[in-house]
């Protein structure tokens, strides 16, 4: 990620967009979840974050790439946005990075996590949480046609290798440590196109 972040400009990069995801707007704009200490994982160049903290949110950002960090940064000062962003794998002990938030969101990220980590992954972003937090999680489903739309494994035209998920396998990965509320199929924009992803909305047990 960090060469991509170093190498290729954000207008080329899939993922990225300047306007925040419809998803977590919408929740925002529901009040499904409100102005509080909340945590993107896997921020990349910040526009979710800073969304959320142009929306009252007290926002931390947390990514693995340097790079994308110092893009965020850059982007949240212009916007006149607060928002602390800290480089952080998401797989490892996340010495340093606070606890006790309120909602975390991350935003096609799991795809880029392969099964043999989820559960290390799944149990840090519990640890982030504070009781009875809520979290937001959004990534490919094995019914996107994306990127030739056969097998659980495929390579990106960026040599990027994704896993697709099945909405059972996210529910079972998230049950044991999660009320999940809601998990569903569901199309959501790209900058090339529409893609289906499974949405999981849930809450720390």
């Known amino acids: ?23 977590l707007v919408d ?23 800073i969304f959320l903290a142009e929306e009252g949110f007290e ?3 947390l990514d693995v790439s340097p790079r994308a960090i110092e893009i965020a940064r850059e982007r949240a000062a212009a916007a006149g946005a607060l928002v602390t962003f800290l480089v952080a794998d998401l797989l490892g002990n996340l010495e340093g990075i606070p606890e006790g938030f309120d909602f975390a969101c991350d935003w096609e990220l799991l795809h880029h996590i392969f099964p043999e980590d989820w559960e290390k992954y799944a149990g840090n972003v519990h640890r982030l949480l504070r009781p009875g937090g809520k979290y937001l999680s959004v990534c490919f489903s094995e019914k996107d046609p994306q990127f030739g739309g056969t097998g659980k494994i495929r390579k990106t035209p960026l040599g990027t290798t994704l896993y697709f998920s099945s909405e059972e396998e996210l529910r079972d990965l998230f049950r044991p440590l999660f009320e999940v509320q809601t998990i569903t199929t569901r199309e959501v924009a790209g900058k090339y196109g529409p893609h289906l992803a499974v949405c999981a909305f849930m809450e720390k047990r």
């Not at 929740?27 to 979710?48: E, F, I, K, S, Y």
């Open 27 to 49: 929740l925002v704009r529901t009040g499904t979840v409100g102005p509080c200490r909340a945590v993107d994982l896997g921020c990349g160049a910040g526009t979710n974050a």
């Open 1 to 23: 990620m960090e060469k991509i972040y170093r190498t290729v400009p954000l207008e080329r990069l899939p993922w990225h967009s300047d306007s925040p995801s419809a998803i």
């Open 59 to 61: 926002m931390t950002g």
